[in-house]
């Protein structure tokens, strides 16, 4: 997967989860809201961040952020939907998404962690 694509991706899925925050909002449900879009679209902000990293340590410190953040938005997604405020559809496609945004990660981290050695 090329960085490029996990930019795009991760720039498609922070505009996913706005537009989720926007429904959510409507409903009068503004805590998980709130936590869902930082940590959602925290993750594509490290990402770009990573491009103008300082060295190789800092390139790998932003991405293992971005990663954090992905795992903390899949868990506000478990809430959401266990608690009703979003429907199976809606979980499944911004819980794949988020997925293969974190496998990207994973396998850009291990990459450049095997090539540090």
Do not use: P
Not at 15 to 23: A, F
Not at 39 to 51: D, F, L, P, V
Not at 53 to 74: C, P, V, Y
């Amino acid at each position: 997967m090329s960085d490029s694509k996990l930019r795009t991706q991760s720039l498609d899925f922070a505009v996913s989860i706005i537009n989720l925050v926007k429904d959510l909002k409507e409903k009068h449900e503004s805590i998980m809201s709130n936590q869902i879009g930082r940590s959602g679209t925290s993750i594509g902000a490290n990402i770009r961040e990573a491009q103008y990293a300082h060295g190789k340590a800092d390139f790998i410190a932003k991405l293992q952020i971005a990663l954090k953040e992905a795992n903390e938005t899949g868990y506000w997604l478990d809430l959401l939907f266990k608690t009703q405020y979003i429907d199976k559809s809606k979980y499944d496609e911004l819980n794949s998404a988020c997925t293969s945004i974190r496998v990207m990660l994973i396998s850009s981290l291990n990459t450049l962690k095997e090539n540090q050695k």
